[in-house]
């Protein structure tokens, strides 16, 4: 089976169980119609490789295991990470098509786009389903697993090498089970911090822009009406419709703040609702999982066997975070394991080296 085959009957498979879980039915009828739409391209697929497509009809790991995680986090998840997939996918077929010089056709687009204009084109779909379905979709998904998988990713090369390295120094001696702590609190503070300090900032950036531009439509008015119209007409929308789009727009001030803020500034008001605490705990929480790995056979064990213990757990857990990158990636899971292997412990070896020649020359 190809891997083009198997990717769109993977996300067939999780349109379906999205469909099965959604509350809203015009949202879980366009989730259906998605499914459909992936089967088809699995069907083509199979047809022009002379496959018959009755033996092509069972998910891959990566597909159930996102559905796993949906039984478990919410079905949230799974609808991020399969955007955010299907983005870099349309995305890697247009570059391919301007590399050959291809024209694009429109047909390249994400299917996040698709899934919003099979929503605005359902005669039973009112404004407030795509802006439920938009809202859905930009509150969750791929980047909370990423960002799981990276911290945890970030915690444990980190504080692997850094045991490696006073391992080297004295031979597995207790002086790296103290420098092993250290290190895991040391760097899930300085992640934690680092966290609040983005997120605070970006909100406290975005809100100083919304002041702004809340102050320049109640002094100029009539200039932020010609803005909203100019931006319309950017978008292949005829002058006078869009005169009159922002005229009607402009007779509610709170209404034209937030389609400003949106259209002219690119921010999305609900992203400003995050916690930066929140933020900064779960970074230190998803670092502090990937650095103990390393620290755990030092708290029970010396010496080389200690040495050799904390090696071996490592590189499985660099292992599972190459295996789980591949969930967004869709990537071979043992091509990307490995290489995740292979990267830490050569980091690893050399800070091991370095603490060995400076253990030697104390």
């Known amino acids: 089976m190809t891997k083009n085959i198997q990717t769109e009957i993977d996300a067939g498979f999780l349109y379906e169980k999205l469909a099965a879980h959604e509350s809203d039915e015009t949202i879980a009828h366009v989730y259906r119609q998605m499914s459909e739409i992936e089967k088809s391209h699995a069907k083509a697929f199979a047809a022009k490789e002379n496959i018959p497509f009755e033996n092509l009809t069972q998910p891959s790991w990566r597909a159930k295991t996102l559905n796993t995680i949906g039984k478990i ?189 949106k259209e002219e500034l690119g921010i999305n008001t609900e992203e400003l609702s995050g916690s930066a605490m929140e933020a900064a705990i779960y970074s230190f929480i998803l670092f502090s999982i990937g650095a103990v790995i390393p620290v755990l056979p030092f708290m029970f064990l010396s010496g080389m066997q200690a040495i050799v213990i904390s090696v071996s757990a490592s590189a499985v857990g660099l292992f599972v975070i190459g295996g789980a990158i591949t969930l967004f990636t869709g990537k071979n899971v043992w091509r990307s394991g490995f290489r995740q292997v292979v990267f830490g412990l050569a980091a690893a070896a050399i800070t091991f080296g370095i603490g060995k020649l400076i253990g030697v020359s104390v």
């Open 73 to 261: 986090f919410g079905y949230d998840y799974v609808l991020g990470t399969l955007m955010d997939t299907e983005k870099s996918i349309s995305g890697a077929i247009i570059a391919t098509r301007q590399k050959n010089n291809k024209e694009i056709t429109g047909a390249e687009t994400s299917h996040v786009q698709i899934l919003q204009a099979i929503l605005s084109k359902q005669t039973k779909t009112a404004g407030k389903h795509l802006a439920k379905f938009e809202r859905q979709h930009r509150s969750v998904g791929g980047n909370a697993i990423r960002a799981a998988v990276l911290g945890g990713n970030d915690g444990l090369v980190s504080n692997f090498s850094l045991v490696m390295g006073i391992a080297g120094a004295t031979s597995g001696g207790q002086g790296v089970l103290l420098a092993g702590l250290a290190g895991l609190l040391a760097g899930a503070l300085s992640m934690a911090l680092g966290e609040w300090i983005s997120v605070k900032s970006s909100q406290e950036l975005y809100e100083n822009q919304m002041q702004i531009e809340m102050e320049e439509l109640e002094t100029n008015p009539e200039g932020e009406m010609k803005e909203l119209a100019l931006i319309y007409m950017a978008k292949g929308i005829p002058e006078n419709q869009a005169n009159e789009m922002a005229a009607g727009i402009m007779k509610d001030k709170n209404h034209a703040h937030e389609i400003l803020v």
